[in-house]
């Protein structure tokens, strides 16, 4: 029996946004390799990375997370987004 009936389902793929503050030097960016990353700044200058891309489950969406606190990343946002809203440039 399938236990994902609804559109938000713990085993359900959705495109993710991400958002930690700094911008992500090579060897940290490998951890995420499976998102696109881009570098921007907040309206105080602070540097911030966005990370966009398809999460498979909410399991991996929490491994996601995992990551980033175990490389001391503050985060600041986690969105769910729309498919017709992606815009992965």
């Known amino acids: 029996m399938n236990k994902c009936v609804n559109k938000l389902g713990l085993c359900q793929p959705a495109i993710y946004q991400i958002e930690v503050v700094g911008h992500l030097n090579f060897k940290k960016a ?3 390799r499976n998102l696109t990353l881009a570098n921007k700044y907040g309206e105080d200058g602070t540097p911030i990375t ?3 891309g398809e999460v498979l ?3 991996m969406l929490h491994g996601l997370l995992a990551k980033i ?3 001391g990343l503050p985060l600041l946002a986690v969105n769910r987004i729309k498919p ?6």
């Open 30 to 32: 490998t951890w995420f």
């Open 50 to 52: 966005v990370m966009m």
């Open 57 to 59: 489950d909410q399991a």
């Open 84 to 89: 017709n809203e992606v815009d992965l440039r």
């Open 69 to 71: 606190r175990d490389l």
